[in-house]
């Protein structure tokens, strides 16, 4: 498997409260993604990042913020967690560009009460 | 931006009959089709992917086919195992990777 952790892998909180998802590989690829999986929608790509302080929006990305300072390390922050955030969200990470194959991490589940 | 729809949602087959899961999309730049794979509780893994260029790929017992003209392409699994058992997406894209909604296959013994 490719070198990519996520963290926290479980995570339940309030409404209200702000977020972060850490995403962390060792595979020095320049593109990484985060995607939100929830059922009867598939895989819906959040944001993602093309180089470092280089990121885009995709096609839900309301309600969250991403960051990448290092090479390794992309972040997910919801700066005001929704109900409507409780997902499964997978970060991946790509040496192939946007077109190229995704290795994604193991997922962390988010609970918003 | 692009639109991917995937079909069936779920399909129950018996173990060594073949299946097959359509996809269509709406964008003709989309030039980049993989297929994922996806087993209960773990993350997706790519199986297979074809590009805009070859109209047919096969790999072992999967294949994928791409009609460009019609704006759909397929996946096909021949001779399933129970173990090929779990949740498909197809995808496509240009720029960026869109995802249908998912097909559940059963493969039962």
């Known amino acids: 498997d490719a070198g990519i952790t996520q963290s926290p892998r479980h995570k339940v909180t309030e409404t209200g409260t702000p977020v972060t998802l850490r995403c962390h590989q060792t595979?020095?690829?320049?593109?990484m993604y985060w995607y939100r999986q929830d059922p009867g929608h598939g895989l819906r790509l959040i944001h993602y990042?093309?180089?470092?302080?280089?990121?885009d929006k995709g096609e839900v990305s309301d309600g969250y913020s991403v960051s990448r300072s290092k090479t390794e390390d992309f972040l997910l922050t919801l700066e005001s967690a929704t109900s409507s955030q409780t997902s499964v969200y997978f970060c991946?990470?790509?040496?192939?560009?946007?077109?190229?194959?995704?290795?994604f991490g193991e997922g962390s589940r988010l609970t918003v009460l | 931006g692009e639109n991917v729809e995937q079909h069936p949602s779920t399909l129950s087959v018996q173990e060594g009959d073949s299946a097959v899961i359509k996809c269509t999309y709406s964008?003709?730049?989309?030039?980049?089709f993989p297929w994922y794979k996806q087993e209960l509780g773990k993350r997706p893994q790519l199986i297979i992917d074809?590009?805009?260029?070859?109209g047919e790929k096969k790999d072992q017992r999967i294949a994928v086919t791409l009609n460009k003209t019609a704006k759909h392409f397929s996946l096909h699994i021949t001779e399933t195992q129970p173990e090929d058992s779990a949740v498909y997406f197809c995808?496509?894209?240009?720029?960026?990777?869109?995802f249908g909604t998912g097909t559940r296959l059963l493969v039962s013994p």
């Open positions: 995808a496509a894209g240009f720029q960026k990777l869109v």
């Open positions: 964008d003709s730049a989309s030039n980049y």
């Open positions: 595979e020095n690829h320049r593109y």
């Open positions: 990042s093309y180089g470092v302080k280089d990121t």
């Open positions: 074809i590009r805009s260029n070859v």
């Open positions: 991946a990470i790509s040496s192939g560009g946007n077109t190229g194959e995704l290795f």
